[in-house]
Nanobody, 123 residues
Framework: QVQLVESGGGLVQAGGSLTLSCVAS????????MGWYRQSPGKQRELVAV????????YGDSVRGRFTIFRKNSARNTIYLQMNSLIPEDTAVYLC????????????????WGQGTQVTVSS
C-alpha cells in the first residue's frame, strides 16, 4: 500500500501564490510518476501537472506557464507544486496522484490518490 499526504492548500487572493506538497510513503520500490489533478464542483477532474521518473513534466493547458511541479533531490517521494498568478478559476480540490511499483516482483504499478487539499482563490 502507498499513502499520500498533501498539504499547502488554503485561501489566497487572485494574483497570489501557493505551494502544495505531496509525500508518498509505504511500499515504494520505484516511482513512475507523481503529479497533481484538480476537481471542482460540476467539472471533470483535470490534469494539473505530472512529473515522471526521468524528470520530464507535463502540464495542463490552463496552468502551463503559471505552475511548476518539482522534486527536491533529497526526497524522491515528495513533490511540490508551485502555483503563481492564481486566478479564481484555479479554485478546486487538488489531488495528488502517484504511479508506483511496490516491489520488484509486482506485475503492475499501483495507482494511488490522495484525499486532496482545497485551494480557493478569491477575486
Amino acid at each position: 500500500q502507498v499513502q499520500l499526504v498533501e498539504s499547502g492548500g488554503g485561501l489566497v487572493q487572485a494574483g497570489g501564490s501557493l505551494t502544495l506538497s505531496c509525500v508518498a510513503s509505504g511500499s515504494i520500490f520505484s516511482i513512475d510518476t507523481m503529479g497533481w489533478y484538480r476537481q471542482s464542483p460540476g467539472k471533470q477532474r483535470e490534469l494539473v501537472a505530472v512529473l515522471n521518473s526521468g524528470g520530464g513534466t507535463n502540464y495542463g493547458d490552463s496552468v502551463r506557464g503559471r505552475f511548476t511541479i518539482f522534486r527536491k533531490n533529497s526526497a524522491r517521494n515528495t513533490i511540490y507544486l508551485q502555483m503563481n498568478s492564481l486566478i479564481p478559476e484555479d479554485t478546486a480540490v487538488y489531488l495528488c496522484n502517484t504511479v508506483i511499483w511496490t516491489s520488484k516482483d509486482a506485475t503492475t504499478p499501483l495507482v494511488s490518490w490522495g484525499q486532496g487539499t482545497q485551494v480557493t482563490v478569491s477575486s
